[in-house]
């Protein structure tokens, strides 16, 4: 089976601006998690869709959105982006039957 | 909310040496994982955890799960240069709900050869 995919896997942004970010979940695989990597703060979990519905969420503000669509495929949304937006985007989806979180490669945000 | 603690941030050792990083919980855990990411890599799933005192070998890497599954260790005996890279342990929420993945800071490991 192929693996996660994120696109783009490279992003450079000015202040202000807003992205979209897209995930391609494993053949079958139904969940999908959204976390944001920094030196400084690890691994922050943002959010977890299943079957189209937003299952969980972390704490960040507003700006970051998310949704699934009916192939199981995920984008994320930062608008008015800020400096400290910059940072590796990681998606990560499992399937019903284990807990297992298949990363994709990541999609490296710099926000100038 | 959950938080999940994880030390050490940073840890150095001659290769050989065993090596160990810790994981707690501010609460009770439905499971616990461990992840590995090597430099420039993304995190790659090693084991998950369910049962309270569990323990789980995989070749030179041992896993334990806290009787109260609020906390885990992963001990690595003899390091090899190959075990470089950035351990994060994933607390799953207990509860009735399906509770958030929450990841430790994190563990750097350096093998110094």
């Known amino acids: 089976k192929a693996g996660v995919t994120q696109t783009p896997r490279y992003l450079i942004k000015t202040r202000g601006q807003q992205v979209t970010l897209s995930c391609s979940p494993i053949s079958g695989h139904r969940s999908v998690s959204w976390y944001q990597q920094t030196p400084g703060q690890g691994l922050q979990f943002l959010f977890e869709?299943?079957?189209?519905?937003?299952?969980n969420k972390g704490n960040f503000p507003g700006r970051f959105s998310g949704r699934q669509f009916s192939n199981s495929r995920s984008e994320m949304n930062v608008s008015t982006l800020e400096l400290g937006d910059s940072a590796l985007y990681l998606c990560?989806?499992?399937?019903?039957?284990?807990?297992?979180?298949?990363f994709g490669p990541g999609t490296r945000l710099t926000v100038l | 909310g959950q938080q999940v603690m994880q030390i050490p941030q940073y840890q150095h050792v001659q290769e050989g040496e065993d090596f160990t990083t810790y994981c707690n919980s501010s609460?009770?855990?439905?499971?616990i994982q461990w992840y590995k990411q090597r430099p420039g890599g993304h995190p790659v799933f090693l084991i998950q955890?369910?049962?309270?005192?569990e323990v789980k070998k995989q070749k030179r890497l041992t896993f334990q799960f806290g009787e109260a599954k609020k906390n885990s260790s992963l001990h690595i005996t003899a390091t090899q240069t190959t075990d470089v890279g950035t351990y994060f342990c994933?607390?799953?929420?207990?509860?009735?709900?399906?509770?958030?993945?929450?990841f430790g800071q994190g563990t750097i490991l350096t093998v110094h050869p």
């Open positions: 955890l369910v049962k309270s005192g």
């Open positions: 869709y299943f079957s189209e519905t937003q299952r």
């Open positions: 994933a607390g799953r929420g207990g509860g009735t709900s399906y509770g958030k993945l929450t």
């Open positions: 609460t009770t855990l439905s499971n």
């Open positions: 990560a989806s499992s399937s019903t039957l284990t807990d297992t979180q298949y």
